[in-house]
Every structure is written in structure tokens, then in C-alpha cells.
Nanobody
Framework: QVQLVESGGGLVQAGGSLRLSCSASGVIFSFDTMGWYRQASGGQRDLVADITTRGTANYADFVKGRFTVSRDNAKNTVYLEMNSLKPEDSAVYYC?????????WGKGALVTVFS
């Protein structure tokens, strides 16, 4: 059974940093492009970044230059390093495949940025 578990969320002041992790189980992780998504309260779920099996990363314009996605296939884990955080980055962050598979959405990691 495939399971994706996000961790590393928290409360941070604007300008600060957080590192999210997503641990995958029940899947041959290295075969898939993985994505980080976020959903602010009352908003839609948007793609933040994705990373291919070879490590090529792509970013949404609103996080370019501030966020970095990486992966460790040996650990079945994908990371999202978030720097220069802004209050508008506050959201629940999820990882999933790219494109996402609806039944694999986890609980996400809540990130709250205060000014």
C-alpha cells in the first residue's frame, strides 16, 4: 500500500526557513517524478515544485529563487527547503506524484508564516 507522509511543518517568522520532508513507502520511489503541492485556507491546491527521477527540478514562479526541491532515492524521501518565507506561503504542503494520484494524498504539513 502506497503511503506518503509529510513532516517538518511549523510556525516561522517571515524571512525564516523550514525544511519539509516526504517519506514514501509501498512504492518504487525512484521511478517517479514527485511533486510538492500546497493549499492555503479556502484556496485550491497548487503545484509548488517537482523533481524528476534524475533530479531535474521545476518551480512555480511564486517560489522560484526561494525554495529548493531535492530527493534521496535510497531513502525514498523528497525534500522541500523553503527560504525567505512570506506570510502568503502559509498553507498545508503535500507531496504526491506528478501528476498527482488522488488516493495518495496524505495529511500534509502545515506551514504558518507570521510577519
Amino acid at each position: 500500500q502506497v503511503q506518503l507522509v509529510e513532516s517538518g511543518g511549523g510556525l516561522v517568522q517571515a524571512g525564516g526557513s523550514l525544511r519539509l520532508s516526504c517519506s514514501a513507502s509501498g512504492v518504487i520511489f525512484s521511478f517517479d517524478t514527485m511533486g510538492w503541492y500546497r493549499q492555503a485556507s479556502g484556496g485550491q491546491r497548487d503545484l509548488v515544485a517537482d523533481i524528476t527521477t534524475r533530479g531535474t527540478a521545476n518551480y512555480a514562479d511564486f517560489v522560484k529563487g526561494r525554495f529548493t526541491v531535492s530527493r534521496d532515492n535510497a531513502k525514498n524521501t523528497v525534500y522541500l527547503e523553503m527560504n525567505s518565507l512570506k506570510p502568503e506561503d502559509s498553507a498545508v504542503y503535500y507531496c504526491n506524484f506528478r501528476p498527482p494520484v488522488s488516493r495518495f494524498w496524505g495529511k500534509g504539513a502545515l506551514v504558518t508564516v507570521f510577519s
